[in-house]
């Protein structure tokens, strides 16, 4: 028997064909000073011709999905074609480009998880908590302004600037951070969410730039799977909403762009891997980044790899962890000051499907279906949907 035939790797087209470039264009067609080229599928000018430009990010909506279970949707009747995520094509990584403009490298999100030096600790990036029993990482004396230091677009733009998010996290130390410079309004239903934005929208004469974050689809993917029929109901919601939203908008002068931070692939039982005791051993600290792109912190990276290699096998690709920086994985741009501890040593860039996870003490042993965060086709390409209102 042969090789198994992977799928091929995607990375980022930074330098004009990716989510970076996306926000390069909103910027500068508000009136700010772009970090990035634009984005080739949309020109700032056609942003700076609006009066109102409202960004629709769908939490987990992959190009791939949308066009191949989403046929004659509202979303897909008006996607202008396929962009890529960022690397790694994950939220913490993506939300985070999304609202400062910066690559990975220079805002230095580099997953789910990360080492923060300074303060000690893994840490969940985006709850702003310890790595299994939750801690607020304030409380360890580490400051949002110190976790993320680069500025958020908002605060450099011409248009006025409203965020529209969840409630359950309008106010959380990353969003406060992130949203500094616009005013933040949450909803915590779908009808809410259309409200608050169509309320936005009208609410002054002023030019105005909308940014819309809605998260219900992912949940649904990472809980039950990307191809479940509950992620397939959520698409149908918010596909719907974005329909009447359209039409609620209908005559302010308003240009809609819809895209998403990262796509799913999903994970079977048999390619959810455990990291065995004997590599566990060698660690600093417990893994870092995602289950689809792991960072391992350790003491003697040579016999670790040696050691990962011979486990892993062709399930996944063994690197030190500078190569995703040389290579230009995470962008280009100034480094963050502590690019190098972000990524740790190692790197697991996993193959097909599967997918490394360790335990550390309070965390629940639950694994999710819908996985995120490699360079697959399906984690990496997102959709770009534009329409006038």
Not at 117 to 126: D, P, Q, S, T
Not at 210 to 216: E, L, M, N, R
Not at 284 to 292: D, I, S, V
Request: hydrophobic content about 40%; proline content about 6%.
């Amino acid at each position: 028997m042969g090789a198994p035939v992977l799928p091929a790797r995607v990375l980022p087209a930074y330098e004009g064909g990716s989510l970076v470039n996306l926000i390069a264009s909103v910027v500068e067609g508000r009136g700010g000073a772009r970090r990035h080229p634009p984005l080739d599928l949309l020109a700032p000018r056609e942003l700076a011709g609006a009066r109102n430009v409202v960004l629709v990010i769908i939490d987990g909506l992959g190009d791939n999905y949308l066009t191949q279970h989403g046929a004659g949707s509202e979303l897909a009747r008006r996607r202008r074609g396929a962009i890529t995520s960022v690397f790694p094509s994950t939220t913490a990584s993506a939300i985070t480009t999304s609202y400062t403009g910066c690559t990975p490298l220079e805002h230095g999100l580099t997953g789910w998880y990360t080492y923060f030096g300074e303060a000690g600790y893994v840490a969940a990036a985006l709850p702003f908590r310890t790595r299994g029993d939750m801690l607020p990482l304030r409380d360890k004396g580490f400051t949002p302004e110190r976790a993320y230091p680069q500025p958020p677009i908002f605060e450099a733009l011409r248009a006025r600037s409203i965020v529209v998010t969840d409630r359950a996290i309008v106010d959380s130390e990353y969003n406060a951070r992130h949203c500094k410079g616009a005013e933040r309004r949450g909803y915590d239903t779908l009808e809410r969410f259309v409200g608050e934005i169509e309320a936005a929208v009208k609410s002054g004469p002023e030019e105005k730039f909308v940014y819309a974050y809605w998260p219900q689809y992912d949940m649904a993917s990472h809980r039950h799977g990307a191809l479940s029929r509950e992620a397939a109901r959520e698409f149908a919601r918010i596909d719907e909403a974005f329909g009447a939203l359209l039409a609620r908008l209908s005559g302010t002068e308003t240009l809609v762009v819809a895209t998403a931070d990262h796509g799913f692939v999903d994970v079977a039982p048999d390619e959810a891997l455990e990291l065995p005791s004997s590599l566990a051993a060698l660690l600093r600290f417990p893994l870092c980044g995602e289950r689809r792109v792991v960072y391992c912190h350790v003491h003697d990276p040579a016999t670790f790899m040696e050691g990962a290699r011979d486990w892993l096998d062709e399930r996944a690709e063994v690197m030190p962890s500078r190569r995703l920086l040389d290579e230009g994985w995470l962008g280009g741009g100034t480094a963050h000051p502590r690019i190098a501890e972000r990524v740790g040593d190692v790197a697991f860039i996993m193959n097909g499907h599967y997918t490394v996870k360790d335990w550390t003490p309070g965390e629940a042993r639950h694994l999710h279906i819908g996985n995120h965060g490699g360079a697959t086709a399906d984690e990496m390409m997102i959709p770009l949907i534009v329409e006038s209102a």
